[in-house]
C-alpha cells in the first residue's frame, strides 16, 4: 500500500517560515492536498493539487510537489498556525485515499 | 453555507454493530462524492470510505472491508456508515467528508465527528 511519510514535529518562531515535507513514492505524478487540523477540531482544506488554495486561505500557505517530495510551506508564520497538518493523495493503484502521518507545528 | 452534521456515534460492545449518519445541506447532496474518516484518540487521519455521487461506486480502507457499509440517500440528504463486527482500535471519531464530483479529488468540507468507543 502507499505510504506517505512526515515530520513528526516542526518548530518556527513567528514571522519566521515553516516547511513541512510529505514523502512517498513518485509523489510529483500524484496531485496532494494538504489540511490543517486544530486541536480539537475537523480539518481544514489548506492547499489542494498540490500548490492551489481554497477560497478563504491566506496566501501564506503555498504547497509545491517533485519527485518523492511535496512540501506545504507557510510564510509569515503565525501563532494561530500552530496546528497538525496531513498530506492526502489518491492512490489509483489500490483505489484508496492514503493521509500523511502528520506534523505538529508549534510556533515558539 | 454547506453543514455536515455526524450523529450515531455511542459506546459499543466488541463484535457489536452500529450505524452513523451524516445530514448535510448547504449543496446539491447528489452531485458530490462524500467520505467517511476516523481517527483514534491522539492519533492522525485515516480514511475509511467513499461513494460516489454519480454512480454509487463505493471504495473502503483495507482495514474495515467487509464489514462497514458505505450508503447514502440522496432523497433524504443523508450519508451513513453501518458498521459491524467491531473491534477495540474501531475506537475513533468518524467524520464525514464532501468531495467533488468525482472521487479522489479532495475534502472541501467536514463535520465536527461523532465519537465511536468500542470497549466492553
Known amino acids: 500500500s502507499y505510504v506517505l511519510t512526515q515530520p513528526p514535529s516542526v518548530s518556527v518562531a513567528p514571522g519566521q517560515t515553516a516547511r513541512i515535507t510529505c514523502g512517498g513514492n513518485?509523489?510529483?505524478?500524484?496531485?496532494v492536498h494538504w489540511y490543517q487540523q486544530q486541536p480539537g477540531q475537523a480539518p481544514v482544506l489548506v492547499v489542494y493539487d498540490d500548490s492551489d488554495r481554497p477560497s478563504g486561505i491566506p496566501e501564506r500557505f503555498s504547497g509545491s510537489n517533485s519527485g518523492h517530495t511535496a512540501t506545504l510551506t507557510i510564510s509569515r508564520v503565525e501563532a494561530g498556525d500552530g496546528a497538525d497538518y496531513y498530506c492526502?493523495?489518491?492512490?489509483?493503484?489500490?483505489?484508496?485515499?492514503?493521509f500523511g502521518t502528520g506534523t505538529k507545528v508549534t510556533v515558539l | 453555507e454547506v453543514q455536515l452534521l455526524e450523529s450515531g456515534g455511542g459506546l459499543v460492545q466488541p463484535g457489536g454493530s452500529l450505524r452513523l449518519s451524516c445530514a448535510a445541506s448547504g449543496f446539491t447532496f447528489s452531485n458530490y462524492a462524500m467520505s467517511w474518516v476516523r481517527q483514534a484518540p491522539g492519533k492522525g487521519l485515516e480514511w475509511v470510505s467513499v461513494i460516489s455521487g454519480t454512480d454509487g461506486s463505493t471504495y473502503y480502507a483495507d482495514s474495515v472491508k467487509g464489514r462497514f457499509t458505505i450508503s447514502r440517500d440522496n432523497s433524504k440528504n443523508t450519508l451513513y456508515l453501518q458498521m459491524n463486527s467491531l473491534r477495540a482500535e474501531d475506537t475513533a471519531i468518524y467524520y464525514c467528508a464532501k468531495g467533488t464530483a468525482m472521487i479522489r479529488r479532495p475534502f472541501d468540507y467536514w463535520g465536527q465527528g461523532t465519537l465511536v468507543t468500542v470497549s466492553s
Open positions: 492526502q493523495v489518491w492512490d489509483s493503484s489500490s483505489d484508496h485515499y492514503v
Open positions: 513518485n509523489i510529483g505524478s500524484k496531485s
